[in-house]
């Protein structure tokens, strides 16, 4: 019976299989049932001897002087030899334990996903990936514009999961990013037809893993992968979910120290502060102080948002354009005022309030 060990890898918890048989006689004794010469070819395109390096057609083709069309014959004889072998027969409750462990995951899984849970090297994932191609009760997908190449064991839920998360990827605008209780949330109401048992939040997080248009951030925020809030390349991408996160205006040196906080990703102040000019996300609204554009801040010195305030409201009198500009910059009284009696911007009334000029 397989079982899900936790091991902690780069202080993370990391899921591995464990398995009743040992994958490296069960995979021994397959080859064995094959011809020595589709032996040796399977040995080499599956990784399955001394080095894990998984060969091509073309190489194997090149080093026995055949075509690649020739090789991969072999390949398919030695396979059909395999799956018509009594050893294969005789190691059905291997590949059973084998397919339970894929339902167990939801059924469908992205190929790297499963091979790095089902071995923790090169070799191992070798040898398990060279059974689930030997095995019948596997179907692999291959990789398209839309999915990761994935392996499952159950053809009708693998067809409503594909169906499932092309609808939820209409449904989501090209800015839009959820917390993730929320898309998993939207993603359950795709799930018409499915299975109970397989709806659990991991199972549920897994399976979204193999759309290639929805992705998810460091904040486990998720939405189209190419959102610019998921997009993460560079720190001005770090800088702006540091920012929204803290979820008010921040000084340069301490959105600088929150990245390596959050991301654990080296941010140098005076770099960090270049990549907030350089943006149009971010605003500057006091003496080094950045919030984020979609909050309702707009570019500009104390004087355009005065002129803003003004254009927007009408003559308004002191203390009320100091009550409004104090809400879009970080700035003293002293500043506001020392912009608003600049005659060549801004005039004073008769009756004390001010006008454009």
Known sequence: ?????????????????????????????????????????????????????????????????????????????????????????ESGA?????????????????????LNMLGKDDKTRNRFRFLLVVGSAFIRERETDEFLARWHVDAATAKKIHEALT?????????????????????????????????????????????????????????????????????????????KRHGSPMHFSEVSKAISALFSKKAHIATTHNELIKDPRFVLVGRGLYALTEWGYTPGVVRDVIHEVLEKNGPLKKD????????????????????????RHFKRLKDGRYSVV
């Open 1 to 89: 019976m397989a079982v899900i060990t936790n091991k902690k890898k780069n202080g993370k918890a990391a899921n591995t299989a464990s398995f009743s048989f040992d994958s490296t006689a069960l995979v021994k004794r397959l080859l064995a049932a094959a011809s020595e010469r589709s032996r040796k070819v399977l040995i080499q395109r599956f990784g399955l001897g001394t080095s894990p390096k998984s060969e091509t057609l073309e190489a194997i083709g090149d080093r026995l002087n055949i075509t690649r069309e020739r090789v991969r014959q072999i390949e398919a004889a030695g396979l059909s030899a395999i799956r018509g072998s009594k050893v294969f027969k």
């Open 94 to 114: 291997a590949f059973g334990e084998l397919a339970r462990y894929i339902e167990s995951l939801g059924a469908i899984v992205a190929e790297d996903t499963l």
């Open 167 to 243: 609808r939820l990827y209409s449904s989501l605008k090209d800015d839009d990013v959820f917390p993730e209780g929320e898309l998993l949330d939207r993603f359950l109401d795709e799930l018409k037809g499915v299975n109970d048992a397989y709806k659990n939040e991991e199972v549920l997080k897994r399976w979204l893993t193999l759309s290639k248009h929805i992705g998810s951030n460091p904040l486990a925020e998720w939405g189209r992968a190419t959102a610019p809030a998921i997009r993460i390349k560079g720190i001005r991408d770090y800088a702006y979910l540091a920012i």
């Open 320 to 343: 009320e354009i100091i009550k409004h500009v104090r809400r879009a910059r970080f700035v003293k009284d002293n500043t506001i005022l020392v912009n608003l009696n600049d005659p």
